[in-house]
């Protein structure tokens, strides 16, 4: 387990319940820094609470294929430029 923050308890026990949800899986805000892509021409069709981490996803074009990439998880997925693909893998998909 990881806390992080400032928690104060005082006088009282802190309880936390692992079974129960605290926050939903999100994809947002995308941002297009190169190129002349439009924000709309990407989508995530799907999340996963419980495989999701916060971090940056990174798509980068190479001229041929996307190149897609994430800051806390580790691997790359290649996809044809009109395709789609799944990112890490197919049983942990996060981006497609």
Known sequence: ???TGDYTVS???LTLDYASQ???STSTNMQ???GAEATANF???ATS???AVSQLVTVIYNGANWIVS???TSGTVTI???GTGNWPSAARRRLN
């Open 22 to 24: 605290l926050y939903t």
């Open 1 to 3: 387990m990881q806390i």
């Open 80 to 82: 044809a430029n009109g």
């Open 49 to 51: 609470d419980t495989n």
């Open 32 to 34: 297009v820094t190169f």
């Open 70 to 72: 994430g800051s806390s």
């Open 43 to 45: 989508t995530v069709n």
């Open 11 to 13: 006088g009282s026990t």
